[in-house]
């Protein structure tokens, strides 16, 4: 049944989604251009990861990050093409982020839901041993039981 439900999925919109909000710990104050960075590269590497995996079009990547306990202050980000690049608005209006949320949305054609979770999830395990961050994951779109699952 599962194969089913899986393939009407699909034919309906052939977009592979997948969202995730992780928290971010940190003992270091993070400039805010330096966080933006950080969502530009998140962004970029699943995105090529995706089509490295198969996907043929971006739908829409999106991600912003805000200090825990400070929701109005956030830098976001979003991708719709190569050619036009990652698009970030940094509104932290120059407080440094010391911990708290990093939200990313992924929508890509031409993958399946479980595909898209793996990759995200691969890529930004990567970024932020880079970056030497711990972090854990809050919530993605498996967990909400929003997706399909394999």
């Not at 993958?111 to 691969?122: A, R, Y």
């Amino acid at each position: 049944m599962r194969d089913v439900e899986l393939d009407m999925h699909r034919s309906l919109d052939e977009l592979g989604k997948f969202s995730v909000t992780i928290k971010v710990d940190t003992e270091r104050d993070i400039p805010s251009d330096e966080i933006c960075a950080l969502l530009e590269k998140m962004m970029i590497s699943v995105t090529k990861a995706c089509f490295d995996n198969g996907a043929d079009m971006i739908g829409h990547v999106k991600s912003c990050a805000h200090n825990a306990g400070c929701d109005d202050k956030i830098c976001s980000a979003n991708l719709t093409s190569f050619k036009t690049g990652v698009r970030t608005n940094d509104m932290m209006c120059g407080t440094n982020f010391n911990g708290g949320y990093v939200m990313l949305h992924v929508i890509v054609h031409g993958l399946w839901d479980p595909q898209v979770m793996k990759i995200s999830l691969t890529e930004i395990e990567k970024l932020m041993s880079s970056y030497d961050l711990e972090y854990r994951m809050m919530r993605n779109s498996f967990d909400a039981g929003k997706c399909m699952r394999e």
